[in-house]
């Protein structure tokens, strides 16, 4: 079946400017989860999500990052006000079953690569 | 401090060679163990899951030494569609939905 697809694939804005990334998971997944994996670096964790509930976001880095996921489906990152150290990719992950068994793994997306000027 | 460390490599091997990276974690209370692969502008893919008495798939091995905090990934006879960086994640016991990645390990496989 389809994976994990995300959109833009790239995206470049002016500093100041606010974008917003789109996350498809794979159907039927009920957790999703976001990254921001800068260049050089491993993916860190940003969110997650169970259905439409956001039960961590102890990973966003300031208050101008803001994820939802109204309809527990798509999920939409967005930061506003972006500065040059937004520059990175954002990757998705979604993730099933419900129960969550710790040994169960993410599926991640293509992610956005996105380049603030 | 970082809860995964991994040395970032490049390891450079040429084919059919054995490798083997480690990853160093530094809380106890990590419970799960992965290895991804990361190809370049892609992707993490899920490689293989570690468990406590070790466990291998086809030419690749993963172990665990809870004692020490680290993990390691073996691939025997090395491929050249091996070359990759490889990402060691971990969560802790009280948060399984956090994974910790580690900077990754850069391998080159050359003909």
């Known amino acids: 079946g389809a994976g994990v697809s995300q959109s833009p694939r790239y995206k470049v804005a002016k500093r100041g400017q606010d974008v917003a990334l789109r996350c498809d998971p794979i159907s039927g997944h009920v957790s999703l989860f976001w990254y921001q994996q800068a260049l050089g670096q491993g993916p860190e964790f940003l969110t997650y999500?169970?259905?439409?509930?956001?039960?961590?976001k102890s990973g966003l880095p300031s208050d101008r990052f803001f994820a939802e996921r109204p309809e527990g489906s798509v999920s939409t990152l967005k930061i506003q006000r972006t500065q040059q150290e937004d520059s990175a990719v954002y990757l998705c992950?979604?993730?099933?079953?419900?129960?969550?068994?710790?040994?169960?793994?993410?599926?991640f997306g293509p992610g956005t690569r996105l380049t603030v000027l | 401090r970082k809860e995964v460390e991994q040395d970032p490599g490049p390891f450079n091997v040429p084919e059919g060679a054995t490798v083997a990276f480690n990853c160093t974690y530094s809380?106890?209370?990590?419970?799960?163990f992965f290895w991804y692969r990361q190809d370049c502008r892609k992707e993490p893919k899920l490689l293989m899951s570690v468990y406590s008495s070790g466990n291998e798939d086809g030419r690749f091995t993963a172990q665990l030494n809870r004692a020490s905090q680290y993990i390691s990934l073996l691939i025997r006879d090395s491929k050249l569609s091996d070359s990759a960086t490889y990402l060691c994640v971990v969560t802790l016991v009280y948060n399984f939905n956090k994974f910790y990645f580690g900077s990754g390990t850069k391998l080159n496989v050359k003909p």
């Open positions: 992950a979604s993730r099933h079953p419900v129960t969550g068994v710790s040994t169960d793994t993410q599926y």
């Open positions: 999500f169970q259905n439409e509930a956001q039960l961590d």
């Open positions: 809380n106890s209370a990590s419970q799960s």
